[in-house]
């Protein structure tokens, strides 16, 4: 047995010995930490090999946060952006999309950041819907709930029908403080994320009386659809502001071929017969001209689903969909004339669906399109009474990779290859629908992603590791932004459903704490 140690002991001595010879890593270390070749950088930034460029950029922003003053007004108006999807990496990718890595987004810019924890009360990783109830109603809840608390299940009529389960958003606190509200997005205003403002459903697929009817049975007898509860129900009916898509949920197919409404309602005629001043369009070009001092409520939808795209909407030379930008734009417009003020939710809901098909071109142009219509809220509007407020949802599978060069194509290749010998992409998936675009399942290995006919296309397809319909969410904490009155209580690490509790302290809106308090 001593025998056996002494030849033990010497073996570890001697791997240690080996791995502590001067100017050779030990052979893990250099298979994580490759030696690179070196190449040319694509884009030089003047200083950058200096250390002086460093060291007087570190002081520029200590000054800067030594000069910040606490901005503690009372927040007249309270906007609220969501990027769905939009996850850490999503950002530092976009980053490169929009010119390089070392720029910001214009919510980047914003003095004080956190992060969001978005789990919700029974799974780890959520989805839109209960986040919305979270972010905007201050309550985390189940999966696939919306404006309800966990006391309700994903399709449970009898727990929805319960009106002691149902929680009210940001919107109705500030209408109830004598404040407008409104919402803009860029999927159906049906969809998870607005519905968020104004519902409360078991189960966000019942967007229209069909799909609720279809789930409840005799137990629908009662409840209402999504759509029906935005232009009828106790906060829809108030809200001033309401542009996206999602047309098919309000019709039925005798007034509109593509409705999908069963009960035979027209629920924008009865919209605009709710009031004089009520103003229904669906055209990019009508909602440039509506004059904001001569319209009551505002109702705009713009496509049968979703939005198209802003590069499809670029490409095609009949659009007549509004931009992000623009409908932010004309949605502030509109809520300035309340001498109250207001409470605007602003969704680019594209990032996400772009994700689930692992098209992560597009989710980066919907990203900096999100970017577009945040700079142009802050210049509309006064920092010193007007708090915005940038985050996500959740974030997505959604990876970057591979030690490419600085100014590379961050849509291209890694600088390097798998053990395959067979080039990876800088942009991957955990999971999606790509992976056999990727992956010969006949012959067991790698397709090279360099040569496929999609690469460069819009509409590509990046690789995905697991093979399913669609790419999940993930899990991760999200980046919260703020500017404006109180946004340095936005700083740290918190559970998502803080923040409309807030945002509600700033304008002194809301059953809680509130700055008017202290």
């Known amino acids: 047995m001593s025998t056996l140690k002494f030849w033990i002991g010497l073996g570890l001595l001697a791997v240690a010995w080996s791995a502590a010879v001067p100017g050779k890593a030990p052979i893990d270390e250099e298979r994580m930490h490759p030696h690179l070749p070196s190449s040319p950088r694509l884009r030089m930034i003047s200083g950058e090999e200096t250390s002086e460029y460093w060291l007087t950029a570190s002081k520029k922003l200590i000054r800067e946060k030594l000069d910040f003053v606490r901005n503690t007004n009372r927040a007249k108006n309270i906007i609220l952006f969501l990027g769905d999807g939009m996850g850490l990496a999503t950002l530092a990718a976009a980053r490169s999309y929009i010119g390089g890595e070392e720029l910001k987004l214009s919510f980047e810019e914003f003095p004080f950041t956190g992060l969001s924890k978005t789990y919700s009360v029974d799974k780890i990783v959520p989805d839109s819907a209960c986040t919305s109830t979270s972010y905007l109603c201050g309550v985390k809840a189940n999966y696939g709930t919306i404006g309800v608390n966990a006391q309700v299940k994903r399709g449970d009529c009898l727990a929805m029908a319960n009106e002691t389960n149902h929680v009210f958003s940001l919107g109705k606190w500030a209408m109830d403080a004598g404040k407008a509200a409104g919402l803009v997005t860029t999927t159906r205003v049906t969809h998870a994320s607005p519905a968020g ?174 970017s577009k219509a945040v700079r142009r809220a802050r210049e509309m509007t006064n920092p010193e009474d007007t708090l915005i407020v940038v985050t996500s949802d959740h974030s997505h599978t959604f990876s970057v990779a591979g030690y490419q060069s600085r100014g590379s194509d961050i849509f291209g290749p890694s600088d390097r290859k798998g053990k395959d010998g067979i080039p990876y992409m800088a942009l991957s998936y955990a999971n999606g629908k790509s992976f056999e675009d990727y992956y010969d399942t006949e012959a067991h290995e790698r397709k090279d992603p360099t040569t496929l006919s999609t690469v460069g296309d819009l509409y590509q397809l990046f690789p995905a590791m697991v093979p399913l319909e669609s790419e999940t969410h993930g899990g991760e904490d999200v980046g919260v932004f703020a500017s404006g009155p109180w946004a340095h209580l936005f700083t740290g690490v918190y559970e998502q459903n803080t923040i409309p509790h807030i945002m509600a302290f700033a304008a002194c809106v809301g059953d809680g704490l509130t700055a008017c308090d202290e």
């Open 197 to 370: 403002v104004y519902a409360h459903v078991a189960d966000r697929e019942w967007e229209n009386n069909a799909v609720l009817e279809e789930a409840c049975g005799e137990q629908a007898e009662g409840l209402e659809d999504i759509a029906v509860q935005l232009i009828h129900g106790e906060v829809g009916s108030k809200l001033k502001v309401m542009l996206g898509g999602g047309k098919r949920s309000f019709y039925s197919p005798e007034d509109y071929d593509k409705g999908r409404r069963t009960d035979g309602r027209n629920l924008v005629e009865e919209f605009e017969a709710l009031a004089e001043g009520n103003t229904f369009v669906k055209t990019q070009k009508k909602l440039l001209s509506v004059n904001a001092t001569e319209t009551g409520r505002l109702l705009g939808l713009f496509s049968k689903s979703h939005l198209h795209y802003h590069v499809e909407q670029l490409a095609d030379p009949d659009n007549n969909e509004p931009t992000l930008e623009e409908m932010t734009a004309k949605a502030i417009e509109v809520l300035q004339t309340e001498e109250q003020g207001y409470f605007l939710f602003v969704e680019g809901g594209k990032i996400d669906i772009s994700h689930h098909d692992t098209m992560a071109r597009i989710a980066l142009d919907e990203t900096a399109e999100l």
